[in-house]
């Protein structure tokens, strides 16, 4: 009776063992064919981005946040079509360029590899330049916000250090759009002083939580209130709901 079941635990281990390693090769053999995929159509997308029509261009901007992973993004100059779209003459380009931004941001803002932040990467492009160029200058609320939303995401919180390296360039420029005329540029604004933890947006993101001046200032207050807590800061003098 004893030997059966050992016999019988011993199968049951060869078969997780198969298993495993079945599963693990059919993980990799994903891998690897989702890598080739990406090598592959990443010329066609950024060409698409550049003589494709308008539904055309912001698709390929929407497939373009592959961008996030550093294999892809080795020449910088991968990034110029997209930040010549943030110059389009239509503002839903823009806005899906500053999207497309946002999103490659995103991912990169999560690694703890310092190589993968600062060499080949965002850093060494003009994305945050020109994102700042687009908050301060573009004509259009929502490519505004959405501009100020990503400068948020580009910064690199190096968990396994406990240290936040902030991108410095930004703060002052999302300072002065908590002015903005437009509450959603305001509220993002607010949102990515937050993620940078600008010690200095402190005052700043008070004085918002006193404007009542609009009914949508509330979701501005939310969000500021929000950030004062991400930055450290006490003594708002307020209290949200």
């Known amino acids: 009776m004893g030997r059966k079941k050992t016999e019988g635990g011993r199968e049951v281990r060869r078969n997780i063992l198969l298993f495993s390693t079945i599963f693990v090769a059919l993980i990799n053999m994903s891998n690897a064919s989702q890598i080739s995929y990406y090598e592959e159509s990443l010329p066609k997308w950024l060409d698409l981005l550049v003589k494709g029509n308008r539904i055309e261009r912001k698709l390929a901007l929407d497939n373009l946040t592959f961008l996030q992973f550093a294999e892809y993004r080795k020449d910088i ?24 931004l946002k999103s490659i941001g995103e991912y990169i803002q999560e690694t703890v590899d310092d190589n993968v932040w600062s060499q080949n990467c965002c850093k060494n492009t003009m994305i945050v330049p020109a994102l700042i160029k687009v908050l301060q200058e573009d004509k259009t609320p929502r490519v505004r916000a959405e501009a100020a939303k990503a400068l948020g995401m580009y910064r690199s919180d190096r968990k396994g250090y406990g240290i936040l390296d902030r991108e410095e360039r ?23 002083l937050g993620e940078l933890r600008a010690q200095k947006a402190g005052e700043p993101l008070r004085a918002l939580l006193e404007d ?30």
């Open 77 to 100: 100059k991968v990034f110029d079509p997209i930040l010549a779209a943030l110059k389009d003459e239509d503002p839903s380009i823009r806005e899906a360029a500053a999207g497309c």
């Open 212 to 241: 009542n001046s609009d009914w949508r200032n509330i979701f501005v207050q939310q969000e500021a209130f929000a950030a004062i807590r991400k930055i450290g800061m006490r003594g708002t003098g307020a209290v949200m709901n």
């Open 170 to 192: 930004a703060i002052d420029p999302l300072i002065n759009a908590l002015k903005d005329v437009d509450p959603w540029v305001r509220l993002y604004a607010a949102f990515s």
